[in-house]
């Protein structure tokens, strides 16, 4: 979790921008503890029934976290 957010629980990909001023959105869907992408955070709750999960909750994140390494492994 250190590695992808420095335990910052709203952390963000930074904005990409044309010209070097313009702001055209964020490189990603990234958010949160673990950084997860918006599918990937769907398809944990989904597969494991965690509706009100969070990204920004370190309980929710580190639990996905495991689910995301479980699921690399099986695969």
């Known amino acids: 979790i250190y590695q992808e957010s ?4 709203d952390a963000r990909t930074p904005f990409k ?15 949160g503890y673990s950084q997860a992408l918006d599918a990937t955070w769907d398809e944990y709750r989904r597969a494991e029934n ?3 999960a969070k ?13 995301y390494m ?3 492994k099986d695969r």
């Open 6 to 9: 420095k335990f910052v629980a």
């Open 17 to 31: 921008y044309v010209l070097g001023v313009i702001p055209m959105g964020r490189q990603s869907s990234a958010y």
């Open 70 to 72: 479980t699921q690399s």
């Open 50 to 52: 965690r509706r009100t």
């Open 55 to 67: 990204r920004d909750r370190i309980r929710d994140a580190s639990d996905f976290m495991g689910w």
